[in-house]
């Protein structure tokens, strides 16, 4: 990348957001082009991967001076009355990540503009920025006095001076445990969600904290078992981990406890809730823990350090009450343990083979094990060379990702070879050899070879994404805390983001201009100008250039503001997004092969016409004028523009007309634009119906040039890249960027009217859903399911897939009895594999619906080959619903092969089907297709013949797609289907877990006693009673195996 440009991050805030931040930069480069005493500057916005301060940076050498300064500022718009708290742990925690990124991004081999030298040598500045006031008698801030301090409030603030955190003598301590604290809170919700979310998936290790803590975890919270065959290792909490007296330790307890008892929350019966009225009813007058332990998380719940009722709709008197008790946060925090201890002990959690640094984690064969311990080995021998007299080795982020990484990296051995020594809070190398695993003993080995004195040295680690032996903080990190304090500053009681707009146009109009006569209309013009170029900027994708002190925007602005305001207004109202695309060369050949002024262009797309048309003008002056704006001026300012277009000289004018539905009563209007322009270089670019109404009013106009169809491809390709990576598209029923499905080759299919569509921001609807609504309203009644294979049913056959990927054959045949849940399945798989490749076509296909055509094929004795079932599918494909599907020769559709690719021939029809079409064939000539044939049972015998003529016309294709069929299990049926398509897999039936489970959901999601009627409670009485009486005193517990009714009895009492 060059060194002029910066890479940004990705994602944009909301419009008040989005306007603040653009109006804010516009005002600080306004004042930093108009400032003398600053030699140079660059400013950015959106710097990726810099945390909170990204939202302006800018670091400029004032000749005052000798250190550069470097702003870096987080601006928040906020449009409701909330004060703003400047100790508010989650921010500050936030504030100070962003400090750590952006410092360690300065280096003297750092070429950026705003990265380059050392941090030191670089006065930092961080400023949060808001619109949110502050109280009156709030003490915790001071102003800020120091050097920059006038420097920095002329340069940035719009409202009160800004000010900095009083410093306090725990200040290091305060924001060391606030970080460590916040960790661990954001830990235990993490682990919180992982529990709850009830999935059969592993730990996710992608994330900051679980690399920085998962060994802890280990050694304070779970057991952690062998590798098991899969390759995953099985946790579950350790029994001491309730009992632990360590601050951090108890704090995640607390935490994990309630935030369990929140996501595990469950509607309540009426019963249960009668009981809970009484529970509550003493908990009211007497707070005690164990009463609490039944409430929370079912009637009460605990937000911002109060308890506060679960519905809403508490009665106010209730709520009163509730609010007056003094109950103190251990006392919540006990009761939620008391409440989620038994639940959480009895589960078993599957995790990652490198979950707790059991052995270091390096994959592969002996050879490539053995290879990367002698690079590790050579690697930390190195170190040793600058090793302190001490015998301190020092650990930070110089030593690169490569060498600390988890994945075969020094991380890995943190745990194991690499121990806490407790009196120094280092780490050091072990001395119990032999509780190493096997590949840390090989490791260990090469270590004492080169450096028999092991035990002499200790490491002190400097880096963030490091496994942690403990929860204590060193002094680097206080001495960060320290300087990070110095450095951070608050601008408070800022103007929002319309009063910023009025500051700049007035700092505009301050300055020394040309000419002032009508210069407030002008002063606007230069700000529209102006605004929207840096808003241009802010929207770049990806990658933004710097603005600096030789940037010409607002000089630029300012020339073309000063000739004709209004114009200069109207030509700024055109569509500015689309100015950003560029045309590649050969589309410019209608204007380079004649001369187009004193033209009507006629157009499918006159806004991308024109687009084109400034492309090709250049530099030379010109200005697009939208016929649609021009009609809405109020009078007095239509008088102003006539004159400004009969004085406006040597700028070409280009009148745009884009589909205009009607003229009305603009006639008079049309003649007074028309003999304004008449005898000036002008173009009139309009959609082709209205070529004959301008015609009449334009009699200047020689001639009618047709430009020539725009499609996609006539873009370049980062243009090409643009109009997709803002293009929606509902893709079989699921929201997708049209970027994620078009590729280079697809790109060529979307031709004028699909780009038009794109430009003006509509969706583009693309294929079938594949999603039933059955599914959709019990999908958190799933399970995932077991599927076996007939040929051999023993429990190491056993899969349970995740995805339509997960098992391997071609042609995947599902045979079960009615009620199994095929359909359920093929519709969840389905899901779980666009979440993973978001890009494929699934086309599902139920065969009972489409029996007609399967009839037709049948009387009139088809031959079903490929091109036919073809023809067939593609209908399918991008019919809304199976009542829209036409059959009829009204929707025909030829086909042909070429050299094995399958193409579209003669359609005449409509563009946005041809478009689908033509896509849907591209996705099965490059094998991006999914075919699920659902119910294959459902048209046997009569149609069994037809059906498997489609599916094995799909299977022989060249080009091969994965594929699915589902079918009851009839023995005709099956040995059918098995005899064409090989063994068959089954669903399994539901393990005694998956029962109990299925029935905790179903109980959770759909049982609402409070709607049954007084016969319905009365049945679910008797039926208790009925179990009671029939147990005779025995447990129900030792008959649970035995009685299908105690299973659902005990399951609805500990529901």
Same mark, same amino acid.
């Given at each position: 990348?060059?060194?002029?440009?910066?890479?940004?991050?990705?994602?944009?805030?909301?419009?008040?957001?989005?306007?603040?931040?653009?109006?804010?930069?516009?005002?600080?480069?306004?004042?930093?082009?108009?400032?003398?005493?600053?030699?140079?500057?660059?400013?950015?916005?959106?710097?990726?991967?810099?945390?909170?301060? +990204?939202?302006?940076?800018?670091?400029?050498?004032?000749?005052?001076?000798?250190?550069?300064?470097?702003?870096?500022?987080?601006?928040?718009?906020?449009?409701?009355?909330?004060?703003?708290?400047?100790?508010?742990?989650?921010?500050?925690?936030?504030?100070?990540?962003?400090?750590?990124?952006?410092?360690?991004?300065?280096?003297?081999? &750092?070429?950026?503009?705003?990265?380059? =030298?050392?941090?030191?040598?670089?006065?930092?500045?961080?400023?949060?920025?808001?619109?949110?006031?502050?109280?009156?008698?709030?003490?915790?801030?001071?102003?800020?006095?120091?050097?920059?301090?006038?420097?920095?409030?002329?340069?940035?603030?719009?409202?009160?001076?800004?000010?900095?955190?009083?410093?306090?003598?725990?200040?290091?301590?305060?924001?060391?445990?606030?970080?460590?604290?916040?960790?661990?809170?954001?830990?235990?919700?993490?682990?919180?969600?992982?529990?709850?979310?009830?999935?059969?998936?592993?730990?996710?290790?992608?994330?900051?904290?679980?690399?920085?803590?998962?060994?802890?975890?280990?050694?304070?919270?779970?057991?952690?078992?062998?590798?098991?065959?899969?390759?995953?290792?099985?946790?579950?909490?350790?029994?001491?981990?309730?009992?632990?007296?360590?601050?951090?330790?108890?704090?995640?307890?607390?935490?994990?406890? *309630?935030?369990? *008892?929140?996501?595990?929350?469950?509607?309540?019966? +009426?019963?249960?809730?009668?009981?809970?009225?009484?529970?509550? #009813?003493?908990?009211?007058?007497?707070?005690?823990?164990?009463?609490?332990?039944?409430?929370?998380?079912?009637?009460?719940?605990?937000?911002?350090?109060?308890?506060?009722?679960?519905?809403?709709?508490?009665?106010?008197? *209730?709520?009163?009450?509730?609010?007056?008790?003094?109950?103190?946060?251990?006392?919540?925090?006990?009761?939620?343990?008391?409440?989620?201890?038994?639940?959480?002990?009895? *589960?078993?959690?599957?995790?990652?083979?490198?979950?707790?640094?059991?052995?270091?984690?390096?994959?592969?064969?002996?050879?490539?094990?053995?290879?990367?311990?002698?690079?590790?080995?050579?690697?930390?021998?190195?170190?040793?060379?600058?090793? /302190?007299?001490?015998?301190?080795?020092?650990?930070?982020?110089?030593?690169?990702?490569?060498?600390?990484?988890? &994945?075969?990296?020094?991380?890995?051995?943190?745990?194991?070879?690499? %121990?806490?020594?407790?009196?120094?809070?280092?780490?050091?190398?072990?001395?119990?050899?032999?509780?190493?695993?096997?590949?840390?003993?090989?490791?260990?080995?090469?270590?004492?070879?080169?450096?028999?004195?092991?035990?002499?040295?200790?490491?002190?680690?400097?880096?963030?994404?490091?496994?942690?032996?403990?929860?204590?903080? =060193?002094?680097?990190?206080?001495?960060?805390?320290?300087?990070?304090?110095?450095?951070?500053?608050?601008?408070?009681?800022?103007?929002?983001? $319309?009063?910023?707009?009025?500051?700049?146009?007035?700092?505009?109009?301050?300055?020394?201009?040309?000419?002032?006569?009508?210069?407030?209309?002008?002063?606007?013009?230069?700000?529209?100008?102006?605004?929207?170029?840096?808003?241009?900027?802010?929207?770049?994708?990806?990658?933004?250039?710097?603005?600096?002190?030789?940037?010409?925007?607002?000089?630029?602005?300012?020339?073309?503001?000063?000739?004709?305001?209004?114009?200069?207004?109207?030509?700024?109202?055109?569509?500015?997004?689309?100015?950003?695309?560029?045309?590649?060369?050969?589309?410019?050949?209608?204007?380079?092969?004649?001369?187009?002024? !004193?033209?009507?262009?006629?157009?499918?797309?006159?806004?991308?016409?024109?687009?084109?048309?400034?492309?090709?003008?250049?530099?030379?002056?010109?200005?697009?004028?939208?016929?649609?704006?021009?009609?809405?001026?109020?009078?007095?300012?239509?008088?102003?523009?006539?004159?400004?277009?009969?004085?406006?000289?040597?700028?070409?004018?280009?009148?745009?007309?884009?589909?205009?539905?009607?003229? $009305?009563?603009?006639?008079?209007?049309?003649?007074?634009?028309?003999?304004?322009?008449?005898?000036?270089?002008?173009?009139?670019?309009?959609?082709?119906?209205?070529?004959?109404?301008?015609?009449?009013?334009?009699?200047?106009?020689?001639? %009618?040039?047709?430009?020539?169809?725009?499609?996609?491809?006539?873009?370049?390709?980062? #243009?090409?890249?643009?109009?997709?990576?803002?293009?929606?598209?509902?893709?079989? $029923?699921?929201?997708?960027?049209?970027?994620?499905?078009?590729?280079?080759?697809?790109?060529?299919?979307?031709?004028?009217?699909?780009?038009?569509?794109?430009? +003006?921001?509509?969706?583009?609807?693309?294929?079938?859903?594949?999603?039933?609504?059955?599914?959709?309203?019990?999908?958190?009644?799933?399970?995932?399911?077991?599927?076996?294979?007939?040929? !051999?049913? +023993?429990?190491?056959?056993?899969?349970?897939?995740?995805?339509?990927?997960?098992?391997?054959?071609?042609?995947?045949?599902?045979?079960?009895?009615?009620?199994?849940?095929?359909?359920?399945?093929? /519709?969840?798989?389905?899901?779980?594999?666009?979440?993973?490749?978001?890009?494929?076509?699934?086309?599902?296909?139920?065969?009972?619906?489409?029996?007609?055509?399967?009839?037709?094929?049948?009387?009139?004795?088809?031959?079903?080959?490929?091109?036919?079932?073809?023809?067939?599918?593609?209908?399918?494909?991008?019919?809304?619903?199976?009542?829209?599907?036409?059959?009829?020769?009204?929707?025909?559709?030829?086909?042909?092969?070429?050299?094995?690719?399958?193409?579209?021939?003669?359609?005449?029809?409509?563009?946005?089907?041809?478009?689908?079409?033509?896509?849907?064939?591209?996705?099965?000539?490059?094998?991006?297709?999914?075919?699920?044939?659902?119910?294959?049972?459902?048209?046997?015998?009569?149609?069994?013949?037809?059906?498997?003529?489609?599916?094995?016309?799909?299977?022989?294709?060249?080009?091969?797609?994965?594929?699915?069929?589902?079918?009851?299990?009839?023995?005709?049926?099956?040995?059918?289907?098995?005899?064409?398509? =090989?063994?068959?897999?089954?669903?399994?039936?539901?393990?005694?877990?998956?029962?109990?489970?299925?029935?905790?959901?179903?109980?959770?999601?759909?049982?609402?006693?409070?709607?049954?009627?007084?016969?319905?409670?009365?049945?679910?009485?008797?039926?208790?009673?009925?179990?009671?009486?029939?147990?005779?005193? %025995?447990?129900?517990?030792?008959?649970?195996?035995?009685?299908?009714?105690?299973?659902?009895?005990?399951?609805?009492?500990?529901?």
């Amino acid at each position: 990348m060059d060194v002029k440009q910066y890479k940004k991050r990705s994602g944009t805030s909301g419009i008040q957001g989005q306007l603040y931040e653009t109006k804010l930069t516009s005002l600080i480069n306004f004042r930093a082009l108009h400032n003398d005493t600053i030699e140079s500057f660059h400013l950015a916005t959106n710097i990726d991967e810099i945390g909170t301060f +990204d939202d302006i940076c800018l670091r400029i050498k004032v000749s005052e001076f000798d250190k550069p300064l470097a702003i870096f500022i987080q601006a928040k718009h906020r449009e409701n009355d909330k004060l703003f708290t400047f100790s508010n742990k989650k921010e500050l925690a936030q504030y100070f990540d962003s400090y750590l990124r952006i410092r360690r991004l300065f280096s003297p081999k &750092n070429k950026t503009p705003i990265f380059c =030298g050392k941090f030191e040598d670089v006065e930092c500045i961080f400023a949060m920025y808001t619109t949110a006031a502050t109280a009156e008698d709030d003490n915790s801030t001071e102003l800020y006095e120091g050097e920059f301090a006038d420097y920095i409030n002329e340069l940035v603030r719009t409202g009160k001076a800004c000010r900095q955190l009083v410093n306090k003598e725990d200040h290091s301590d305060f924001l060391g445990k606030i970080v460590m604290k916040e960790e661990i809170v954001c830990l235990a919700i993490n682990i919180a969600t992982f529990i709850t979310e009830r999935t059969d998936t592993e730990l996710s290790m992608n994330n900051d904290l679980m690399l920085r803590y998962h060994v802890l975890l280990a050694l304070e919270v779970f057991e952690v078992s062998e590798i098991q065959v899969e390759g995953h290792r099985f946790v579950h909490f350790r029994e001491d981990f309730f009992d632990s007296e360590n601050k951090f330790v108890v704090l995640f307890k607390n935490i994990l406890c *309630l935030e369990v *008892l929140k996501k595990n929350k469950s509607q309540i019966s +009426d019963e249960i809730m009668i009981s809970l009225d009484s529970v509550l #009813s003493e908990f009211l007058v007497e707070p005690k823990e164990e009463l609490l332990s039944k409430l929370i998380g079912k009637v009460i719940t605990y937000k911002n350090d109060r308890l506060e009722f679960v519905n809403n709709s508490t009665n106010e008197d *209730l709520k009163r009450k509730l609010d007056k008790l003094n109950v103190p946060q251990t006392v919540v925090y006990k009761a939620a343990v008391s409440g989620a201890k038994e639940y959480l002990q009895r *589960l078993k959690l599957k995790v990652p083979a490198f979950f707790g640094n059991k052995d270091l984690a390096i994959r592969g064969n002996d050879a490539k094990i053995d290879q990367r311990l002698t690079h590790l080995t050579t690697t930390f021998v190195k170190l040793l060379e600058n090793v /302190t007299t001490d015998n301190i080795i020092t650990i930070d982020e110089s030593l690169g990702d490569g060498f600390l990484k988890l &994945n075969g990296g020094l991380s890995s051995a943190v745990g194991n070879i690499l %121990v806490l020594d407790y009196r120094t809070n280092l780490l050091r190398f072990t001395d119990d050899f032999e509780s190493l695993g096997s590949i840390a003993k090989r490791w260990y080995e090469k270590l004492k070879i080169k450096i028999g004195n092991l035990n002499e040295y200790k490491l002190d680690v400097k880096v963030k994404k490091f496994p942690k032996l403990s929860f204590e903080t =060193g002094a680097y990190d206080d001495s960060l805390v320290r300087d990070f304090y110095n450095r951070l500053l608050f601008f408070t009681n800022q103007s929002d983001q $319309g009063e910023v707009e009025d500051i700049l146009k007035r700092e505009i109009e301050d300055h020394p201009c040309y000419d002032v006569h009508r210069f407030r209309v002008r002063s606007d013009v230069i700000y529209l100008r102006y605004h929207d170029e840096i808003q241009k900027l802010w929207m770049t994708p990806k990658v933004g250039t710097y603005l600096t002190k030789k940037s010409k925007l607002y000089t630029n602005a300012v020339t073309n503001a000063m000739n004709e305001p209004l114009i200069g207004v109207l030509n700024t109202m055109h569509r500015i997004k689309n100015k950003d695309y560029v045309f590649k060369e050969e589309s410019l050949k209608i204007f380079t092969e004649r001369n187009v002024t !004193g033209a009507v262009i006629a157009s499918g797309s006159p806004v991308l016409t024109s687009v084109k048309l400034e492309q090709y003008l250049g530099k030379r002056d010109h200005a697009v004028l939208d016929l649609k704006y021009i009609f809405k001026l109020p009078y007095k300012n239509l008088t102003i523009f006539y004159e400004e277009l009969t004085n406006c000289k040597d700028k070409v004018l280009i009148i745009l007309s884009n589909h205009m539905q009607s003229f $009305g009563n603009c006639n008079k209007k049309l003649e007074s634009i028309a003999k304004a322009v008449n005898g000036k270089p002008t173009v009139i670019v309009v959609d082709k119906h209205s070529v004959k109404t301008i015609k009449q009013y334009f009699s200047q106009v020689h001639y %009618v040039v047709n430009d020539d169809p725009i499609s996609l491809i006539d873009l370049t390709d980062e #243009s090409q890249k643009m109009v997709l990576g803002v293009a929606k598209a509902k893709f079989q $029923g699921l929201d997708v960027g049209l970027d994620i499905i078009i590729d280079e080759e697809s790109a060529k299919l979307i031709d004028e009217t699909m780009l038009n569509n794109i430009v +003006d921001g509509k969706s583009i609807k693309i294929g079938n859903e594949y999603i039933d609504d059955n599914y959709e309203k019990n999908k958190k009644l799933y399970i995932d399911r077991r599927v076996t294979p007939k040929a !051999g049913s +023993d429990n190491a056959n056993r899969i349970r897939p995740q995805t339509l990927y997960d098992l391997d054959d071609d042609v995947v045949l599902l045979t079960a009895v009615p009620g199994m849940g095929k359909s359920t399945l093929m /519709t969840h798989l389905s899901l779980k594999t666009k979440k993973i490749n978001p890009k494929l076509w699934i086309l599902r296909i139920n065969l009972l619906e489409h029996a007609k055509m399967l009839s037709d094929w049948k009387d009139g004795q088809t031959d079903i080959n490929m091109l036919e079932s073809l023809r067939f599918i593609c209908k399918v494909a991008i019919c809304k619903k199976h009542r829209d599907f036409n059959e009829d020769d009204e929707f025909k559709i030829e086909l042909e092969e070429v050299l094995g690719t399958v193409i579209l021939k003669n359609w005449t029809e409509d563009s946005f089907i041809e478009f689908q079409l033509k896509l849907f064939l591209y996705y099965y000539n490059t094998q991006k297709l999914i075919f699920i044939f659902d119910g294959f049972d459902e048209i046997f015998p009569d149609y069994a013949d037809q059906a498997l003529a489609l599916v094995k016309s799909v299977r022989d294709f060249t080009k091969r797609h994965k594929i699915w069929i589902t079918s009851r299990s009839y023995n005709n049926i099956k040995s059918i289907l098995e005899t064409e398509f =090989g063994p068959s897999y089954g669903i399994d039936h539901f393990s005694w877990m998956e029962q109990d489970r299925y029935l905790f959901l179903y109980w959770q999601n759909k049982l609402q006693l409070s709607k049954l009627s007084s016969e319905q409670l009365q049945n679910i009485n008797d039926f208790i009673q009925f179990i009671t009486k029939k147990s005779n005193g %025995v447990p129900v517990f030792n008959n649970i195996r035995h009685t299908p009714y105690f299973k659902v009895y005990t399951n609805f009492l500990f529901f």
